[in-house]
């Protein structure tokens, strides 16, 4: 089943970030004694009792005020809500229950979604201040008292969050399809490809970015192969908030990168590559999928004979880190040069789960090392006694060495180039494992 997904929402400066952080174990969040700092949800992967989960910081809830700020927030936050499996509500035990906790209490029990009230700044051990007694008339479950700071009270907080998940569901997914996430800023095409491959109106098209309210599972078969596709194309339209929306979108994204087995990175042919691209498509390349970067409305480009070619360029030096994916063009509008990307698809998956013999991997090896001699320091050579595959999906190989520290980027970057010479591995991230070999091995 997909990672269960929780929010973290409350009034400002009641100590969400500094939870956040708290509960994925990690400085992610910005955290400051002042209200607002935390302007956009922060999205993170943590784990607790051996189960993943997604957790999103939001910035405080204000629900009486006009400011354009604190406006934004508040809708940025009840996206987060919206697309949670169950929400942390946080309160300030040394503020006691305000008004505003009771405004937003009212806003969650309206989402329907299973709510953990979580009374924050509980410091000390032993009984819990009178104050923690006032937040029982919100008339929600028994609050957990925690103090976000030291970590007290968050591990019955995580065990009440997944009281909530069935994590033995079954998925109804077909195991045999290809999961194809199709990501991008709003409005770049991604419900109008989905439509015109699957020939119907399964999605929503729309000019307003963001019609698509939430992720879209269709399954589909083409030639014998199944494939499920994931549109990710963002929310419903809230007034002039471009800019949440866009925020909102990537995260919906995240989430279904997670999911794919090979990700369609739409890039707006008339945009280029855009910084919210680079953040999507480098998200893509760190979780190990399989890529390709296409290329949408290329005909509304006015070409030459080396367009296309000049224009790949442009992409290779934008998404320097993910050169391995091949660019496709086409128009998602007119179908023109659609024809050839389920053979496209099927080529990346292809090779994102391609294994190679140790003989046959060492025989490369062998003749890699011959051309261009390991980096030597000091006076002391690299030496590379033997490389195996570990994994798939990505491609993982582990390179057996003398010594870790002589294994310099630039040189395991050669011995990368020297594989996908001799194998393709075309559309697919490619891992190395360092390891060291001991005196009796």
């Known amino acids: 089943m997909k990672k269960p997904t929780f929010a973290i929402v409350g009034r400002p400066n009641v100590g969400k970030s500094t939870l956040f952080n708290k509960l994925i174990g990690e400085r992610i969040s910005i955290v400051e004694d002042t209200p ?79 709510i953990v009230l979580v009374c924050n700044k509980v410091d000390n051990v032993g009984d819990v201040p009178m104050e923690f007694y006032e937040f029982y008339n919100l008339g929600l479950d028994d609050p957990i008292a925690v103090s976000s700071i030291h970590g007290l009270g968050t591990g019955d907080l995580l065990d009440k969050l997944y009281s909530f998940i069935d994590f033995d569901e079954e998925t109804e997914e077909d195991e045999d399809a290809i999961k194809v996430a199709v990501i991008g800023k709003p409005n770049v095409g991604k419900s109008s490809l989905i439509n015109k491959i699957l020939g119907e109106n399964r999605v929503i098209v729309s000019d307003i970015a963001g019609t698509t309210r939430d992720a879209i599972d269709t399954p589909y078969e083409h030639e014998g192969q199944k494939y499920i596709f994931i549109d990710t194309a963002g929310m419903r339209k809230r007034g002039k908030i471009d800019e949440s929306i866009e925020r909102y979108s990537v995260i919906r994204s995240l989430a279904a990168v997670d999911r794919s087995d090979v990700v369609l990175i739409l890039i707006d042919a008339q945009e280029g590559v855009t910084e919210q691209d680079t953040k999507i498509a480098g998200y893509a390349h760190e979780k190990g999928k399989a890529s390709i970067v296409c290329v949408n409305k290329w005909d509304l480009i006015d070409k030459n004979t080396n367009t296309m070619e000049l224009y790949r360029n442009d992409v290779n030096r934008d998404l320097a880190y993910m050169t391995y994916a091949p660019v496709a063009f086409f128009s998602a509008k007119t179908g023109s040069r659609l024809n050839k990307i389920f053979e496209l698809i099927k080529y990346v998956n292809n090779q994102h789960a391609m294994r190679i013999s140790t003989g046959v991997l060492n025989d490369v090896l062998n003749e890699a090392i011959t051309k261009v001699q390991p980096p030597s320091d000091k006076g002391k050579r690299l030496k590379i006694y033997y490389i195996t595959q570990a994994t798939t999906k990505p491609p993982t190989f582990i390179l057996f060495v003398n010594d870790r520290e002589l294994a310099h980027f630039s040189y395991i970057r050669y011995l990368e180039n020297q594989i996908r010479t001799a194998f393709g591995l075309e559309g697919t991230p490619v891992r190395f494992i360092i390891r060291e070999r001991g005196k009796d091995d």
């Open 36 to 114: 607002g700092v935390t302007r956009d949800r922060i999205y993170a992967e943590g784990e607790w009792v051996g189960k993943k989960f997604i957790l999103i910081d939001t910035g405080g809830i204000e629900l009486k005020t006009n400011d354009i700020i604190p406006g934004q927030m508040r809708l940025q936050a009840e996206m987060a809500i919206e697309m949670s499996d169950a929400i942390i509500f946080m309160v300030d035990v040394k503020s006691g229950l305000t008004s505003a906790d009771k405004d937003v209490a009212a806003m969650l029990v309206k989402s329907g979604k299973p």
